[in-house]
């Protein structure tokens, strides 16, 4: 059976997460049920594979599956016909590609990017309700930066882990923790862009809300180190809500979709 990768764009506002659930809906559920109906191998209760399993009301841009079908097709006939059947939910297939037998979404990534945007102002949001993190007080970019430092590198993140996280070790490697404040009208907007091989559950999603504390001047940056260091949850700051982060990317030694390689020759 030919093996296909998809990449993949969704709000995940309406969705309970990627993942298939059997009462409520998910966007790996909403492709699942498209495909379905191209492709006579796709039976019912056949599964896609995915770089990453978001949660709930986490939105992607750059979300990787694989999926094995019946029919030899052209890739550019099958995103078009996925789109078709995918209406009206807001998933959106961007680009198929024909893979070989051994590429798996999840297991040949080697390495995932998220975005995180924050929007510091009193003003509620409107365009961006549901796709940013609003808070009302100003927030100091220099010492964000300055906490954010602490966490680069290979440590132990079992602060930053949810304590339902399945990982058998909390031990990962940061490689990129940047963030970049943009004004906005009557606000700044800050977007933290983070970059590992893999991330702990909620990982992302703590590391930003306890950035926020130190932007917010509740903790100095110092503050960070040592709750690392504590490999203790009690010592974290406030996990943020999820409608500001979003999957960007997933690295594979061969990219799948050579076309969506950026100017730094990075996969998007």
């Avoid at 009301?57 to 999926?67: E, M, R």
């Avoid at 198929?96 to 999840?106: E, T």
């Avoid at 990962?172 to 893999?198: H, M, V």
């Avoid at 409608?243 to 960007?248: A, E, H, K």
Wanted: proline share 7%; aromatic share 8%; with cysteine.
């Amino acid at each position: 059976m030919p093996r296909f990768a998809l990449l993949i764009e969704y709000d995940g506002s309406p969705f309970a997460g990627w993942q298939a659930q059997a009462d409520r809906p998910s966007v790996q559920g909403a492709i699942e049920a498209a495909l379905g109906r191209l492709d006579p191998g796709f039976t019912a209760g056949a599964r896609i594979a995915a770089a990453g399993r978001t949660d709930a009301g986490v939105h992607a841009t750059g979300q990787v599956a694989h999926a094995d079908l019946q029919r030899d097709w052209d890739p550019f006939r099958l995103s078009e016909a996925l789109n078709w059947h995918l209406k009206p939910a807001p998933v959106a297939v961007l680009a198929a590609a024909r893979v070989a037998d051994d590429f798996h979404a999840r297991f040949s990534a080697h390495e995932r990017r998220y975005l995180f945007r924050l929007v510091a102002r009193r003003a509620p949001l409107t365009h961006d309700r549901g796709r940013a993190w609003q808070v009302q007080h100003p927030l100091d970019l220099a010492a964000m930066r300055a906490g954010a430092a602490h966490l680069l590198g290979r440590h132990d993140f079992t602060t930053f882990r949810s304590t339902m996280c399945q990982a058998q070790s909390p031990v990962k490697t940061l490689d990129e923790l940047t963030i970049q404040e943009t004004p906005i009208p009557q606000g700044r907007e800050y977007r933290f862009t983070l970059r590992a091989r893999s991330f702990l559950h909620n990982q992302v999603r703590s590391i930003v809300g306890t950035l926020e504390r130190v932007g917010a001047g509740a903790w100095p940056p110092g503050r960070v180190a040592e709750a690392l260091v504590a490999r203790d949850r009690a010592a974290c700051g406030p996990v943020c809500p999820p409608q500001g982060l979003y999957l960007t990317g997933v690295g594979y030694g061969t990219p799948p979709f050579p076309e969506a390689l950026n100017q730094a020759g990075a996969f998007i």
